[in-house]
């Protein structure tokens, strides 16, 4: 019974080896191939030459994921002194010319004889659909984002720039039927001081949404004003160290930079409660490094965020697109270290 049972076992097992789709190669202690399913012949063929080779798998392997990078040979699992059994990602070529994501696993089976079995099992499918998903996720989050910031810009227009025309048109109107000329010139006056206002709202929401100084000047010119306009119209102080002069960079960066310091600064006038923020920005190491601190409240970085969340998920959204990252360090009670670093 137990003889039978075996058999059934080993019957099982071979064709379990023979038709499923993961790829599975048994290598010895030299890394040649000794055994292989079929599925494997899209990674190793069985007429490739693996003459002068140190292992067979290294010829097709383009890398794989650990902590260094997402393709990286460092610390190679085939060098590797003792071999686990824990999966990981490797990135694979194969007979077709492409080179394709696998769920991997490389252990030793046969310590005497220094037999290792290496298991594949394509993940790009399940890649895909994850890509998908994000993108889709990615796509409900901006759109959510723009329509909060149509509506910011639709509240400026209708609560500054509409209001302030009405009463510019209303003046107008009575302007009209003013007989007595020094009333004549003090109506008018008030007009100006109303256009004038006018004018520097319009102005301030252009620059909000897209700074010319940026285009035209760069980082640091259009910092410089951006801060001013800042603490004219919030009241706070700001004390500003750069070393970047005039130099230029790419201009992407240069608008991920200046959003991120944007949305930082904005940040820590609604929740820090603070009347002065610092903020640096200069090129060190090959690095564009921007920093916004305040000294104010703090907040407990588990804690649901104050406002709708999209401020600090915005700002980390936007260095992805540069290869940057986002720090941000705070305490309670003693204030908040928005970090940026870019890489240039």
Request: aromatic share 8%.
């Amino acid at each position: 019974m137990n003889v039978n049972h075996e058999l059934d076992m080993n019957n099982l097992l071979m064709q379990y080896f023979n038709h499923t789709s993961e790829k599975i190669v048994f290598v010895d202690n030299q890394g040649q191939v000794i055994a292989m399913n079929q599925a494997a012949n899209d990674i190793i063929a069985l007429d490739n030459d693996y003459e002068g080779m140190t292992n067979a798998i290294c010829n097709h392997c383009e890398g794989y994921t650990n902590e260094f990078d997402l393709q990286s040979c460092k610390q190679c699992f085939l060098e590797a002194e003792t071999v686990g059994n824990t999966s990981f990602q490797v990135f694979m070529k194969t007979i077709y010319g492409t080179v394709e994501p696998f769920t991997a696993t490389y252990q030793m089976i046969d310590e005497v004889n220094g037999v290792k079995a290496f298991t594949l099992q394509n993940v790009s499918p399940q890649i895909e659909r994850h890509d998908k998903m994000y993108q889709r996720k990615m796509m409900q989050k901006t759109i959510f984002a723009q329509e909060n910031e149509r509506k910011r810009i639709s509240r400026e227009l209708h609560d500054s720039v509409v209001q302030e025309l009405l009463n510019i048109d209303v003046e107008l109107r009575l302007l009209k039927y003013q007989q007595d000329i020094d009333q004549l010139l003090s109506d008018s006056k008030r007009i100006e001081g109303l256009m004038s206002k006018l004018i520097d709202d319009i102005r301030n929401l252009s620059v909000e949404l897209r700074p010319s100084s940026l285009d035209d000047l760069g980082l640091d010119a259009a910092f410089k004003t951006y801060f001013k306009q800042v603490e004219t119209n919030y009241g706070i102080k700001i004390t500003y160290l750069s070393n970047l002069a005039t130099n230029r960079f790419d201009s992407e960066i240069e608008t991920v930079v200046y959003r991120i310091v944007q949305e930082a600064l904005f940040n820590a006038i609604k929740y820090a409660n603070v009347d002065q923020v610092d903020i640096e920005v200069h090129v060190c190491n090959q690095k564009l490094i921007a920093e916004v601190i305040d000294r104010g409240r703090g907040f407990i970085k588990t804690d649901q965020p104050e406002g709708t969340g999209l401020g600090l998920y915005g700002m980390r959204e936007r260095a992805e697109l540069v290869n940057a990252e986002v720090t941000i360090d705070t305490q309670l009670g003693k204030g908040t270290i928005v970090t940026l670093e870019v890489p240039i």
